[in-house]
């Protein structure tokens, strides 16, 4: 058996105007997933008296568009369509699948079902037609009974603690393959399958699965109060952790979750603060200022006291005292700005300067007979021959030649 488009049928002249039954949902309510169709006869029709669960060869199938229509014969699948149009069933064909917007997954999942089975006759058969609610699914609310622990992490100021927060929102999700929930989830069922019957266990599962997802989150150092604008990040995180039990077992998917802003407890947003202050304060700029407004609130404390004039002005000097750390640390900072680069450990040194020499010790360039640094006497140059070593014994008056091998005497 097998669907074929109601136009190329018409065309072919096989079937046209012969419809034995009419099947056809209406708009599927946004609280229902799975509807059994019925058929649908006029007073003209010539099949009226037809069996429930069977289908007449020839019958006419329509298909809206947020919808996918399956066809179970003896309790197994064996059509699938999901693009909207008109469809004739034709007994003569073979099973077809019409993927419309689920794309290759669906089809792959009909192709492991395999051959249908048939009876020889009439008798003994099965056959129903089922339309599933492929739209997006909306307005499920969540919310965490008790706090997640989430990482917070930031490589810039070394930040990485653990704590505790507690979220609320609403997500959706949706039929992605209409086989894998009819095979898992809801079966043959007589009328309708409502969300309510399936929802409780969805929420459980999604928030179970809200603490890997954030442990993901984290990893991209995005903090508590960032999270409601990753909704995409979140939304792929949270699809990877229910792959198992909604996509590869239910066939259901995550579409979108928008949160409401996270709450943190008191002690963990102080903690938070309090490292983020201590890291701005590693720049000795950022410390002096914090330091020098610090002197300027104990100045203005200081003038303002009425009562105690002389212990405020003790104050104030002791304020006054402190400031020498704030300049310290300004002059820290400046120097820090200013320094130049640091010259090339591999690079050659520098020649000195016309009369000047550089310390053995320390490397202090200095012009008399000791170190200006560390007080090191000037080292002693002694002239030699280049040939035979010969030092003569007066250092100011050298030789033209040497006098031991007559070589030119140029040490």
Same mark, same amino acid.
């Given at each position: 058996?097998?669907?074929?488009? &109601?136009?190329?049928?018409?065309?072919?002249?096989?079937? +046209?105007?012969?419809? @034995?039954?009419?099947?056809?949902?209406?708009?599927?309510?946004?609280? !229902?997933?799975?509807? @059994?169709?019925?058929?649908?006869?006029?007073?003209?029709?010539?099949?009226?008296?037809?069996?429930?669960?069977?289908?007449?060869?020839?019958?006419?199938? #329509?298909?809206?568009?947020?919808?996918?229509?399956?066809?179970?014969?003896?309790?197994?699948?064996? %059509?699938?369509?999901?693009?909207?149009?008109?469809?004739?069933?034709?007994?003569?064909?073979?099973?077809?699948?019409?993927?419309?917007?689920?794309?290759?997954?669906?089809?792959?999942?009909? *192709?492991? !079902?395999?051959?249908?089975?048939?009876?020889?006759?009439?008798?003994?058969?099965?056959?129903?037609?089922?339309?599933?609610?492929?739209?997006?699914?909306?307005?499920?609310?969540?919310? $965490?009974?008790?706090? !997640?622990?989430?990482?917070?992490?930031?490589?810039?100021?070394?930040?990485?603690?653990?704590?505790?927060?507690?979220?609320?929102?609403?997500?959706?999700?949706?039929?992605?393959?209409? !086989?894998?929930?009819? $095979?898992?989830?809801?079966?043959?069922? %007589?009328?309708?399958?409502?969300?309510? %019957?399936?929802? =409780?266990?969805?929420?459980?599962?999604?928030?179970?699965?809200? =603490?890997?997802?954030?442990?993901?989150?984290? %990893?991209?150092?995005?903090?508590?109060?960032?999270? #409601?604008?990753?909704?995409?990040?979140?939304?792929? &995180?949270?699809?990877?952790?229910?792959?198992?039990?909604?996509?590869?077992?239910?066939?259901?998917?995550?579409?979108?979750?928008?949160?409401?802003?996270?709450?943190?407890?008191?002690?963990?947003?102080? $903690?938070?603060?309090?490292?983020?202050? &201590?890291?701005?304060?590693?720049?000795?700029?950022?410390?002096?200022?914090?330091?020098?407004?610090?002197?300027?609130?104990?100045?203005?404390?200081?003038?303002?006291?009425?009562?105690?004039?002389?212990?405020?002005?003790?104050?104030?000097?002791?304020?006054?005292?402190?400031?020498?750390?704030?300049?310290?640390?300004?002059?820290?900072?400046?120097?820090?700005?200013?320094?130049?680069?640091?010259?090339?450990?591999?690079?050659?040194?520098?020649?000195? +300067? +016309?009369?000047?020499?550089?310390?053995?010790?320390?490397?202090? =360039?200095?012009?008399?007979?000791?170190? $200006?640094?560390?007080?090191?006497?000037?080292?002693?140059?002694?002239? *030699?021959?280049?040939?035979?070593?010969?030092?003569? #014994?007066?250092?100011?008056?050298?030789? @033209?030649?040497?006098?031991?091998?007559? @070589?030119?005497?140029?040490?």
């Amino acid at each position: 058996m097998g669907l074929i488009r &109601a136009a190329q049928g018409a065309v072919a002249g096989n079937l +046209a105007d012969q419809w @034995k039954e009419f099947f056809y949902c209406e708009s599927i309510d946004k609280d !229902i997933m799975v509807v @059994k169709g019925e058929k649908r006869t006029g007073s003209r029709s010539s099949n009226t008296k037809a069996s429930d669960n069977i289908i007449s060869n020839g019958s006419g199938i #329509a298909v809206a568009d947020g919808q996918c229509m399956i066809i179970v014969e003896q309790g197994k699948v064996v %059509e699938v369509c999901a693009e909207p149009g008109e469809f004739t069933y034709d007994s003569s064909t073979e099973p077809s699948i019409f993927a419309g917007s689920l794309g290759e997954s669906i089809k792959e999942t009909f *192709k492991n !079902i395999g051959r249908r089975f048939t009876y020889g006759g009439d008798t003994g058969k099965d056959q129903r037609v089922y339309y599933f609610n492929t739209k997006e699914l909306v307005d499920n609310k969540f919310g $965490t009974p008790s706090p !997640i622990p989430f990482r917070v992490v930031d490589s810039k100021i070394g930040l990485d603690i653990d704590v505790s927060v507690r979220c609320s929102g609403i997500y959706s999700y949706k039929i992605v393959d209409p !086989i894998l929930f009819y $095979t898992n989830v809801c079966g043959n069922v %007589e009328s309708e399958y409502k969300r309510e %019957e399936l929802d =409780q266990q969805l929420k459980t599962e999604f928030i179970s699965a809200l =603490q890997p997802a954030f442990a993901k989150m984290s %990893e991209l150092e995005i903090r508590p109060n960032q999270i #409601a604008a990753h909704a995409t990040e979140l939304s792929d &995180a949270m699809n990877a952790e229910l792959s198992a039990k909604w996509s590869e077992l239910r066939g259901l998917e995550v579409v979108s979750i928008a949160m409401n802003p996270i709450t943190l407890p008191e002690e963990d947003q102080e $903690t938070i603060k309090q490292m983020q202050r &201590a890291a701005a304060l590693r720049d000795p700029n950022m410390a002096g200022a914090n330091i020098a407004m610090a002197q300027a609130d104990a100045m203005r404390t200081a003038a303002a006291n009425e009562g105690g004039a002389m212990n405020g002005f003790i104050g104030m000097g002791m304020a006054m005292n402190a400031g020498g750390s704030a300049a310290n640390l300004f002059a820290m900072g400046n120097q820090a700005g200013q320094q130049p680069p640091q010259a090339n450990p591999q690079a050659a040194p520098a020649a000195p +300067a +016309a009369g000047t020499w550089f310390c053995p010790q320390c490397g202090q =360039q200095s012009a008399g007979n000791f170190c $200006t640094n560390c007080g090191t006497a000037k080292p002693v140059s002694v002239a *030699k021959c280049a040939n035979c070593g010969y030092q003569p #014994a007066d250092q100011n008056n050298l030789p @033209k030649f040497c006098p031991e091998c007559g @070589k030119p005497f140029n040490g």
